[in-house]
Every structure is written in C-alpha cells, then in structure tokens.
T-cell receptor, first 111, second 114 residues
Framework: SQKIEQNSEALNIQEGKTATLTCNYT??????LQWYRQDPGRGPVFLLL?????KEKRKERLKVTFDTTLKQSLFHITASQPADSATYLC??????????FGQGTTLQVKP | NAGVTQTPKFRVLKTGQSMTLLCAQDMNHEYMYWYRQDPGMGLRLIHYSVGEGTTAKGEVPDGYNVSRLKKQNFLLGLESAAPSQTSVYFC?????????????FGEGSWLTVV
C-alpha cells in the first residue's frame, strides 16, 4: 500500500540554523508533492508545491527538493526563527484527485 | 474573505447519537474534502466531492455520510457516533484536482464521543 513517512520525533534546533525535514514515500510515483504548516489548534496551511520534473523549489527562506529516484523530499528552512516552530506535513497527489498526508514532523526553534 | 468555515468547533456526543458537521467555503471551489486527524496517524481522507451533487469515498469512509447539495457547502454526518470517531475533523477545498492545486483547510472541529 502507499505509504508516506515523516520523522515522528520532534526536531529541535537553535535559532539561525537551517532546519531540514524529511519525507519518504513508497509504492507510489506522485506527480506532485506539497508541504503544509500546521500550528497547534489550527488547520494546515499550504507552503510549497513541487512537481516531479522539478528538482528544487524555493520561496523566501524555504526550499524543497524532490528526488523521485530516492522517493524522498527534503524541506529546508534557512535562518530559522522561533516563529517557524510548528508541525510540517508533506502530502502526495495520488493521481485520483486526492492527497495523502504524512503524520508530520514537529519543529521547535529555540532562541 | 472567510475561506473555509466549519461549525461547530467543539462538540461532545454520547455513543449512538447523531450529528452533522457543516463546512462552507466562499472561494467558489469545485472540490471539497473531509479529513480526520488523529495523533500519530496524520490526516486521513474520509469523503470528498468533485462538484455540486457529487460525493466519493476516501480512505476511511465507514461510519460517515456526506452531502453536497450546494457548491459552497459540504456536510459530514455521523449517524450513530462511536468512541472511535473521537477526532479532529478538517474540511478543505480546492479549485480543482489536487494535482497542482492548493488545498485550503478550515480551522477544525473537535469531536469527542463518550
């Protein structure tokens, strides 16, 4: 069955450092991959979308890579700030009009 | 611009009771979705709709029913609530197929079944 894995352990980093979050998937070849941010008690908010033919996508301090050979996406936040603390979700397009989500990785940026 | 609005935000039900969660979007989106989120499980798709009058099953549809009588509204019903349905429910919408389209989420509805 299709499976998406994100590191369930929280990621703790110091302010100013680069945070790197991982999303691995199996048994699927998605055309698109999306990343969302979710704050406690709130709904997820879209951050970035990357297509299978794009190796890298950037938006301000955010960078996403998509390696279809490794079946992996990396999500980077450079010059991290305490305000970046949240849970980050990756999601894959199933090709059937649906997205399936990973369980999310919680990032804690300490001042 | 309200985006996606869910009501109610919090609800406690007794086992066997029924209830309906209402979702409304003001972005004229064709697609709407209901997800549930449980600790360690991520977001799981319950049902979705690709347009007014249509519905389809997602990953975990059992115990739920949905209706999309109007384009802007998507209702999620629990006919006979069970403790296993205790969860946070998120409604979402997108302009078209998720392929290349952003999904916009509501703020969530917290449901507890006792």
């Amino acid at each position: 069955s299709q499976k998406i894995e994100q590191n369930s352990e929280a990621l703790n980093i110091q302010e100013g450092k680069t945070a790197t979050l991982t999303c691995n998937y199996t048994n699927y070849s998605p055309a698109y991959l999306q990343w969302y941010r979710q704050d406690p008690g709130r709904g997820p908010v879209f951050l970035l979308l990357i297509r299978e033919n794009e190796k890298e996508k950037r938006k301000e301090r955010l960078k996403v890579t998509f390696d279809t050979t490794l079946k992996q996406s990396l999500f980077h936040i450079t010059a991290s700030q305490p305000a970046d603390s949240a849970t980050y979700l990756c999601a894959l397009d199933t090709g059937e009009g649906k997205l399936i989500f990973g369980q999310g990785t919680t990032l804690q940026v300490k001042p | 611009n309200a985006g996606v609005t869910q009501t109610p935000k919090f609800r406690v039900l007794k086992t066997g009771q029924s209830m309906t969660l209402l979702c409304a979007q003001d972005m004229n989106h064709e697609y709407m979705y209901w997800y549930r989120q449980d600790p360690g499980m991520g977001l799981r798709l319950i049902h979705y709709s690709v347009g007014e009058g249509t519905t389809a099953k997602g990953e975990v549809p059992d115990g739920y029913n949905v209706s999309r009588l109007k384009k802007q509204n998507f209702l999620l019903g629990l006919e006979s609530a069970a403790p296993s349905q205790t969860s946070v429910y998120f409604c979402a919408s997108s302009r078209g197929q998720v392929s290349g389209n952003t999904i916009y989420f509501g703020e969530g509805s917290w449901l507890t079944v006792v």
